[in-house]
C-alpha cells in the first residue's frame, strides 16, 4: 500500500469516483452528483478554498485506489476560533486497518508540517457540514449530509481520535401518526401575542434582500455554536446560487417582531438525496427531468438551519417556527429529518423533545492533539 497525494487530473477523478466504488452496492447511499462533487475541490468553483490550504491524499495498492483523505486548514475559522486547528474529511476506505492507518497519519502528518496543535474532522469544503454517522444509519442521509459504514468509527478511534463533538437528528412523519401535540399549539399561541410575532414565507421576488437577511441572522443567532464560522460574502453568494435551483418559499420562513423585524428564521430544503437514487451521480440521460419533475412534489424535507437573535432566545420563538414550518408544509406523508443539532444545545434539545420527534441519527465529530 501507497500514500500518493493528488497531483494530476487522473489524480482529481479517481478521488471523486472512489466512493461511487466503495457504496455502489450500498443501497441506503444516495449518490451525489459528479459534476457538484468537482466543484468542491476547485477554487474556481468553491469559494471556500479561497483561505484554506489544503492536500488531497490517494491509497492505493497495486495501483489500485482502496481509500482517500483531504487535511486542510482554513485560515478564517482558526482566526474566528482563535486556535491552531488541522482538518481532515472525505475520509473513505476499504475495511482494513492498516489501510486506515496510512491515510489518517498521511493527513496528521501534512498538518504537523504547518505547526497545527489538534486534528479534527471529519470537516468539507462546505460550509457547515461535518462529522461522521455513528448511530442511526438508516435511513438513506438527506441532502447534505454525511454518509458512511460503521467501521469507519472503528477506524478513527483505533488511530486515537476522540470525541469532539456529537450532532443529533431527529424525524417527523406524519405517515407514521405524528401531530404536534397540543401544549405547544397552547405555547405558541401565547408566545406569538405576548411578544406580537408573526410569521412570513421568503419572498422569491426579493430573493437577495431575503438570503441577505438570513445572513445577518445567522452570524447573529448562532455565532456561538460550537464549529460555527461566519462564511465570506462570495461564500454566501455561492450558496445563496446553489439554494435558489431547490429552495421551496414554504420551507423558508422568518419570525418578524411588532416592527416588521426579523428575529428568527427556519431553512427546511427539500431531500434532493430521494430523487438521487438510481442515477449513480450523473443527471444525464433522465436525471434532469426526474430532479426537475420532482423537487416540487418532494414531501421529504431536511431542517436545514434555525436561529433566533439573542434578545429572543429561550422564549420558545424556536418552537413556534417549528409549528409554523410544519403547517406550512403540512400533508399527510410529509417527512422532515430535525439535523445537526449540537448534542450540548440543551435549549434546542428540550424543545425538540417537547415537539414529541423521533431520535434518529447522532454524527460525531472527532479529534486529537499533534505531537
Given at each position: 500500500?501507497?500514500?500518493?497525494?493528488?497531483?494530476?487530473?487522473?489524480?482529481?477523478?479517481?478521488?471523486?469516483k472512489?466512493?461511487?466504488?466503495?457504496?455502489?452496492?450500498?443501497?441506503?447511499?444516495?449518490?451525489?452528483?459528479?459534476?457538484?462533487?468537482?466543484?468542491?475541490?476547485?477554487?474556481?468553483?468553491?469559494?471556500?478554498?479561497?483561505?484554506?490550504?489544503?492536500?488531497?491524499?490517494?491509497?492505493?495498492?497495486?495501483?489500485?485506489?482502496?481509500?482517500?483523505?483531504?487535511?486542510?486548514?482554513?485560515?478564517?475559522?482558526?482566526?474566528?476560533?482563535?486556535?491552531?486547528?488541522?482538518?481532515?474529511?472525505?475520509?473513505e476506505?476499504?475495511?482494513?486497518?492498516?489501510?486506515?492507518?496510512?491515510?489518517?497519519?498521511?493527513?496528521?502528518?501534512?498538518?504537523?508540517?504547518?505547526?497545527?496543535?489538534?486534528?479534527?474532522?471529519?470537516?468539507?469544503?462546505?460550509s457547515?457540514?461535518?462529522?461522521?454517522?455513528?448511530?442511526?444509519?438508516?435511513p438513506?442521509?438527506v441532502?447534505?449530509?454525511?454518509?458512511?459504514?460503521?467501521?469507519?468509527?472503528e477506524?478513527?478511534?483505533?488511530?486515537?481520535?476522540?470525541?469532539?463533538?456529537?450532532?443529533?437528528?431527529?424525524?417527523?412523519?406524519?405517515?407514521?401518526?405524528?401531530?404536534?401535540?397540543?401544549?405547544?399549539?397552547?405555547?405558541?399561541?401565547?408566545?406569538?401575542?405576548?411578544?406580537?410575532?408573526?410569521?412570513?414565507?421568503?419572498?422569491?421576488?426579493?430573493?437577495?434582500?431575503?438570503?441577505?437577511?438570513?445572513?445577518?441572522?445567522?452570524?447573529?443567532?448562532?455565532?456561538?455554536?460550537?464549529?460555527?464560522?461566519?462564511?465570506?460574502?462570495?461564500?454566501?453568494?455561492?450558496?445563496?446560487?446553489?439554494?435558489?435551483?431547490?429552495?421551496?418559499?414554504?420551507?423558508?420562513?422568518?419570525?418578524?417582531?411588532?416592527?416588521?423585524?426579523?428575529?428568527?428564521?427556519?431553512?427546511?430544503?427539500?431531500?434532493?438525496?430521494?430523487?438521487?437514487k438510481?442515477?449513480?451521480?450523473?443527471?444525464?440521460?433522465?436525471?434532469?427531468?426526474?430532479?426537475?419533475?420532482?423537487?416540487?412534489?418532494?414531501?421529504?424535507?431536511?431542517?436545514?438551519?434555525?436561529?433566533?437573535?439573542?434578545?429572543?432566545?429561550?422564549?420558545?420563538?424556536?418552537?413556534?417556527?417549528?409549528?409554523?414550518?410544519?403547517?406550512?408544509?403540512?400533508?399527510?406523508?410529509?417527512?422532515?429529518?430535525?439535523?445537526?443539532?449540537?448534542?450540548?444545545n440543551?435549549?434546542?434539545?428540550?424543545?425538540?423533545?417537547?415537539?414529541?420527534?423521533?431520535?434518529?441519527?447522532?454524527?460525531?465529530?472527532?479529534?486529537?492533539?499533534?505531537?
Amino acid at each position: 500500500m501507497k500514500i500518493c497525494p493528488v497531483e494530476s487530473p487522473r489524480d482529481m477523478r479517481d478521488f471523486i469516483k472512489l466512493p461511487y466504488q466503495l457504496y455502489g452496492q450500498d443501497k441506503v447511499w444516495a449518490p451525489p452528483l459528479r459534476s457538484e462533487q468537482r466543484k468542491q475541490f476547485s477554487p474556481s468553483t468553491n469559494p471556500f478554498l479561497e483561505h484554506c490550504k489544503w492536500q488531497l491524499f490517494l491509497l492505493k495498492e497495486k495501483g489500485k485506489v482502496i481509500g482517500r483523505i483531504a487535511a486542510f486548514i482554513d485560515t478564517l475559522a482558526n482566526d474566528f476560533w482563535e486556535e491552531e486547528i488541522g482538518l481532515f474529511g472525505y475520509y473513505e476506505c476499504i475495511p482494513d486497518n492498516a489501510a486506515s492507518t496510512l491515510l489518517l497519519e498521511a493527513a496528521k502528518s501534512w498538518l504537523r508540517e504547518y505547526h497545527c496543535s489538534s486534528m479534527r474532522g471529519p470537516w468539507s469544503f462546505v460550509s457547515q457540514e461535518f462529522g461522521m454517522v455513528v448511530e442511526g444509519f438508516k435511513p438513506s442521509p438527506v441532502i447534505m449530509a454525511p454518509y458512511n459504514p460503521p467501521y469507519y468509527k472503528e477506524h478513527l478511534e483505533g488511530f486515537g481520535l476522540k470525541k469532539a463533538k456529537d450532532l443529533l437528528c431527529w424525524q417527523i412523519s406524519m405517515a407514521e401518526g405524528y401531530h404536534i401535540p397540543q401544549r405547544i399549539v397552547n405555547l405558541t399561541d401565547v408566545v406569538a401575542e405576548r411578544y406580537d410575532i408573526r410569521i412570513r414565507k421568503l419572498n422569491i421576488k426579493r430573493y437577495d434582500e431575503e438570503i441577505q437577511t438570513i445572513l445577518e441572522l445567522s452570524n447573529t443567532s448562532l455565532i456561538q455554536n460550537w464549529g460555527y464560522s461566519p462564511a465570506t460574502e462570495s461564500e454566501a453568494d455561492d450558496m445563496a446560487k446553489e439554494m435558489r435551483r431547490i429552495i421551496q418559499p414554504k420551507g423558508v420562513l422568518f419570525a418578524e417582531d411588532k416592527n416588521g423585524r426579523a428575529i428568527g428564521f427556519i431553512i427546511a430544503l427539500p431531500d434532493l438525496n430521494s430523487l438521487l437514487k438510481g442515477l449513480n451521480g450523473r443527471l444525464f440521460p433522465h436525471g434532469f427531468i426526474k430532479l426537475l419533475w420532482g423537487i416540487p412534489r418532494l414531501r421529504r424535507y431536511r431542517l436545514f438551519a434555525l436561529g433566533v437573535i439573542p434578545e429572543y432566545q429561550r422564549k420558545a420563538v424556536d418552537s413556534l417556527l417549528y409549528r409554523a414550518l410544519h403547517e406550512s408544509l403540512y400533508s399527510s406523508d410529509l417527512w422532515i429529518e430535525i439535523n445537526y443539532v449540537l448534542d450540548d444545545n440543551w435549549p434546542m434539545i428540550n424543545a425538540i423533545k417537547k415537539l414529541e420527534a423521533t431520535p434518529s441519527r447522532r454524527y460525531r465529530v472527532f479529534e486529537m492533539e499533534i505531537s
